[in-house]
């Protein structure tokens, strides 16, 4: 049946069946099509049916487009979206210009988003999308002429190059409800009055300019404005910001979102917020301190601030503290030293229990609104869990009634569990009369003992927005079901209402984020704390030696889409290779030694070296290593017997000492008693008289001794919470090589200043960042990343 109606208003069959899989689609459209069928009902007009059911997502409006479209009082897309996208071509089928968008006037499917409020101005509706309005040819002749007047010099001088679809958008916009056909026509007609037939010169090829290669996506800086204040950034940051993102409501104009719920009150409380926002875009960063963050929160801290930032707007800070059981102060300190090590600052720093007191009024409000929108209920916790809980016998309790026992729950008359506050509502995932206040006689980290109750999340989120006048409030895609409970309590209190919008989270794999595994990781000795560098904890990746930039880079490369995004750590740590080429200056550190003494070392005393920085960019500036007789190879650039392929030190093969400016080869091997090589006899041969060698290697001389820690994987497999790939769970997944301790490696003095958390590249070996643990006299570095992705992790 549906389908004989889509291909009775004139969708293909094929359309009509692709129609009917998106079910929301469909049903609007049959809503449509049965409205309009008629004697009269045409293809065209069947088409500005299916536009008005497909973009029209909220269905409000659709009856009063359906019976314009039905009685021709719309008969063009141009009347009803506002577009119109032909694409021209001149007087001799030759050049085509750009695709042309009149948007002068708002047209019907815009107006009626931006007038949610009923009755409409029916006089002002059809003005806006020119009902009755008929152009004469004489006025498209006259508005051509016009146009073409405008531009005669430019016409004359480049004839039938010149783009011709200017000539048709300034036509159009001053003609907005005229014939497209008609106007072309005209244009056509006009111009080969004025130039005549195209002469061969008109018909040769206009030679293609060479395009400017564009900088790297990162390298290209751009204008932003935080907080007022104007500076530049990367754009990676902004690559984010692609797909949905760009359809986001302007500020005030929350009603043309999708599910939007629209009150009474809305379009004044929205004027009210304007008012006060001054049309600024406000997001915010709302994370719970009751762990570290990790990962996934870097992609959430870089869409809320870099989704303002982008648009000249600000992002709060501001602390989920509804929980006093499990918050901590290190948690509050560590989240905002990693919001502020990616690059940003809050334009402020705000806590759920700032507003505990306006929250408690708006709650004895929301008991006593008509009919009671809330009431104490005495289900234990274990009742009302799941998805179909049994409904509560106090859904209908009187409202003075829960007044009385709220008060009570304040006062602390009830035990912990004995009595909640839920709201009266369904929410969109089926689940019913969500928590918005419960009992827990837990002192809170800022406000004491003043409270015995505490909000949830469902009651707490949404109200902390509209305190705050967020405009877009971001958010995780498990939160989709709290949508509508966000929608409903807003408006149920009738205070403005900001948007949600979901998206999907980010994961990587081979690791675990959740707070409770990382803790049992903690408590077996898995891992050292929060911060090992093993972890994807943003503590841990900061003191593995991960720069916020590579971080940042790769939110930015993964982007912000609806889909949940699962991603192998080797992108990240490729993100981080490119930034550490750039930022981590060179130097020679050896981890497994091998010592070497120069027989013919050139001079009585160490020789003064010089070492560029950056090989690539000795602009960048040098540091200084000795050179004397006695240096340390890495014991795997020797061998003594050479296979094919090996370019490296063996007995008469040598090799170069990297920036020393000398080759050396091999004259004796000393060995220990048990056979294993302690030390080599070399001469050394300057590099402009000696053979080029196959190889050069670096090396060590008067070194300091250090620990490096390299680390691989904490987990053998990709998905280590997967039941049906570590059947034996997570901690039994663990890598009994992800860490290994090197306690004497030699590193040269060039990094005897270094701080904690410095980073550096160890020439040939990777990239290095200093560990916190180092004290003076014994330096502890963390490998990062080595220099190239190893293919066997892949």
């Known amino acids: 049946e549906a389908l004989g109606l889509f291909t009775g208003i004139g969708l293909s069959e094929a359309k009509a069946r692709e129609t009917l899989r998106n079910g929301a689609l469909s049903a609007l459209l049959r809503r449509a099509a049965r409205s309009a069928l008629g004697p009269t009902l045409d293809k065209a007009t069947g088409t500005l049916l299916y536009n008005a059911a497909a973009r029209l997502r909220d269905p409000k409006h659709l009856g009063l487009l359906v019976d314009y479209i039905a009685r021709r009082e719309i008969l063009t897309d141009l009347q009803l979206s506002g577009t119109v996208r032909p694409r021209h071509r001149g007087p001799g089928g030759e050049g085509r210009a750009p695709l042309l968008t009149a948007s002068l006037s708002p047209a019907a499917l815009e107006y009626v988003r931006s007038h949610p409020l009923e009755p409409l101005d029916v006089e002002d509706f059809e003005r806006a999308c020119g009902v009755g309005v008929c152009v004469t040819p004489e006025q498209i002749e006259e508005a051509v002429e016009a146009v073409i007047g405008k531009h005669r010099a430019e016409l004359l001088a480049e004839r039938y190059r010149f783009n011709m679809g200017l000539l048709m958008g300034e036509a159009r916009s001053q003609l907005r409800w005229a014939d ?31 395009k400017a290669r564009p900088a790297p996506a990162e390298k290209q800086k751009v204008v932003v404005v935080e907080n007022g204040e104007v500076g530049t950034e990367t754009r990676s940051l902004l690559e984010q910001l692609r797909g949905e993102a760009l359809k986001f409501h302007k500020p005030g104009e929350n009603y043309k979102t999708e599910g939007y719920v629209v009150t009474p009150n809305t379009m004044a409380l929205l004027k009210h917020h304007l008012t006060i926002t001054g049309g600024q875009v406000r997001t915010r960063f709302p994370p719970e301190p009751n762990g570290i963050l990790h990962i996934g929160h870097a992609k959430a801290i870089n869409f809320n601030f870099g989704y303002a930032k982008a648009n000249g ?14 918050e901590e102060e290190k948690y509050f300190t560590a989240i905002r030293e990693m919001v502020e090590w990616l690059g940003y600052q809050p334009y402020a720093v705000t806590h759920a229990s700032d507003y505990f007191d306006q929250l408690y009024t708006w709650a004895l409000e929301l008991i006593r609104r008509r009919v009671g929108q809330a009431y104490v209920c005495h289900q234990k916790v274990e009742e009302i869990k799941g998805h179909n809980p049994p409904p509560s016998p106090w859904r209908d309790r009187p409202v003075e009634e829960s007044l009385l026992l709220f008060e009570d729950m304040r006062k602390g008359k009830f035990g912990e569990g004995e009595a909640t506050l839920r709201m009266k509502l369904v929410m969109e995932d089926g689940k019913m009369d969500p928590v918005a206040y419960r009992v827990k006689f837990t002192p809170h980290h800022r406000t004491g003992d003043k409270w015995c109750i505490y909000p949830t999340y469902d009651y707490t989120h949404c109200l902390c927005d509209s305190i705050e006048h967020i405009t877009h409030s971001l958010c995780t895609k498990e939160f989709q079901a709290r949508r509508s409970s966000y929608f409903w309590l807003c408006n149920a209190l009738d205070v403005y209402c900001p948007v949600q919008w979901e998206y999907g989270r980010l994961n990587l794999l081979y690791t675990v984020v959740s707070k409770r595994k990382i803790i049992q990781l903690v408590e077996t000795g898995a891992v050292r704390d929060w911060d090992d560098p093993r972890l994807f904890t943003l503590t841990a990746l900061r003191r593995r030696g991960f720069p916020p930039e590579a971080i940042n880079n790769f939110c930015a490369r993964v982007g912000v889409t609806v889909a949940q995004a699962t991603m192998e750590p080797h992108l990240l740590e490729a993100c981080v290779r490119e930034v550490l080429n750039e930022q981590a200056p060179r130097a020679m550190a050896v981890l497994e030694p091998l010592k070497v003494t120069i027989t013919n070392f050139p001079a009585p005393k160490a020789l003064e070296v010089l070492v560029p920085n950056f090989p690539a960019d000795e602009s960048r500036g040098f540091h200084q ?9 890495e014991e795997t650039d020797f061998r ?13 093969q040598p090799v170069g000492l990297r920036h020393a400016g000398y080759v050396i080869a091999v004259q004796n091997v000393i ?17 402009d008289v000696a053979e080029k060698p196959k190889a050069f290697i670096h090396w060590v001389s008067e070194p300091l001794v250090c620990e490096v820690r390299l680390y691989e994987r904490l987990f053998l497999h990709k998905n280590p919470e997967d039941p049906s790939e570590v059947p034996g769970g997570f901690l039994s997944d663990l890598n009994p090589d992800s860490l290994r301790v090197v306690r004497s490696a030699l590193v040269d003095s060039s990094v005897l200043s270094a701080r904690p958390f410095d980073k550096f590249q160890f020439e040939r070996l990777g990239y290095f960042s200093v560990d916190p643990d180092s004290e003076e006299g ?3 570095f963390n490998r990062t990343v080595t220099l190239k992705e190893d293919p066997g992790k892949a």
């Not at 056509?188 to 206009?206: C, S």
């Not at 290593?625 to 190879?633: A, D, H, K, L």
């Not at 003594?640 to 008469?652: F, H, N, Q, S, T």
């Not at 220990?672 to 090589?677: R, Y």
């Open 625 to 633: 290593v000795p050179f004397q007789s006695t240096v340390y190879i």
């Open 778 to 780: 014994k330096m502890v």
């Open 313 to 326: 707007g600000v992002c709060f800070l501001r602390y989920d503290d509804t929980n006093p059981e499990k």
């Open 671 to 687: 060995k220990d008693a048990s056979g294993h090589v302690i030390e080599l006899e070399v001469t050394c041969t300057k590099s």
């Open 180 to 210: 497209g056909k008609t106007i072309k026509n005209e244009v056509d007609l006009q111009v080969l009055h004025l130039l005549g037939p195209k002469t061969e010169a008109d018909l040769e090829k206009k030679p293609k300019a060479a």
């Open 640 to 652: 003594e017997e050479v296979d094919k392929g090996y370019k490296r030190l063996a007995p008469g």
